[in-house]
């Protein structure tokens, strides 16, 4: 079964300190990954995929396809970056399925 | 051009009756999907619509929710007999329909069952 999975709930760090956010998912396929982000009161939107292998807002993103996974980093936390963040798979380029999500809490 | 509308923002219904939720995806969008959102349970994936048919329905939870799309465009997602575990937000996107679109997301519609 394909499924997305993010460990942490909750993640708080202070600003400027590195935030490194886990994905890990299982799909049999060939994976197409994403992550999405939910600033307070705004609808969700996209941040970054990988195959566009883009750093967006300071965030980069690797596949891992050995270690199944796909973590999204920064290395200076700011406070704008608090949100909820989702990491997405998507089967056979479609149809998307999402992790539970982390909120990231920036800390002044 | 326009986003993803959904409509009503808001609902609140009693238990045991129906609500239709609309969506209006962005022009052009082929593929349309609903998915839910609950409290501390992230996003549930409902349905998926390429055009006007529906390839993956697994997401469903009960026989009380289906979805139509027509004309390639509005769709509404219809809960019957609504239970208070319905209570929700109720997202609709939009996609081109290709291989690795991303998906474009509406506003929601919040759902509470009394």
């Known amino acids: 079964a394909q499924r997305v999975t993010q460990p942490e709930k909750l993640l708080s760090v202070f600003k400027g300190a590195p935030v490194e956010l886990k994905c890990n998912y299982s799909?049999?396929?060939?994976?197409?990954l994403f992550w999405y982000v939910q600033y307070s009161r705004q609808r969700l939107q996209l941040l970054l995929r990988?195959?566009s292998r883009e750093s967006i807002k300071g965030f980069t993103a690797d596949l891992n396809k050995g270690e199944t996974s796909f973590h999204l980093k920064k290395p200076f936390a700011q406070e704008e970056d608090s949100a909820m963040y989702y990491c997405?798979?998507?089967?056979?380029?479609?149809?998307?399925?999402f992790g539970p999500g982390t909120r990231l809490s920036v800390l002044p | 051009g326009a986003g993803v509308s959904q409509s009503p923002s808001n609902k609140v219904t009693e238990k045991g009756k129906d609500v239709e939720l609309r969506c209006d995806p962005i022009?052009?969008?082929?593929?349309l999907y609903w998915y839910r959102q609950s409290l501390g349970q992230g996003l549930e994936f409902l349905i998926y619509?390429?055009?006007?048919?529906?390839?993956?329905k697994s997401g469903l939870p009960s026989d009380r929710f289906s979805a139509e799309r027509t004309g390639g465009s509005v769709s509404t997602l219809t809960i019957q007999r609504t239970q208070q575990e319905d209570s929700a937000v109720y997202l609709c996107?939009?996609?081109?329909?290709?291989?690795?679109?991303?998906?474009?997301f509406g506003n929601g519609t919040r759902l509470t069952v009394t």
């Open positions: 996107a939009s996609s081109l329909g290709r291989l690795n679109s991303p998906l474009h």
């Open positions: 799909y049999s396929g060939s994976p197409e």
């Open positions: 990988h195959i």
């Open positions: 997405a798979l998507a089967r056979d380029g479609q149809n998307f399925v």
């Open positions: 022009s052009g969008h082929t593929a």
């Open positions: 619509f390429q055009g006007n048919s529906a390839p993956d």
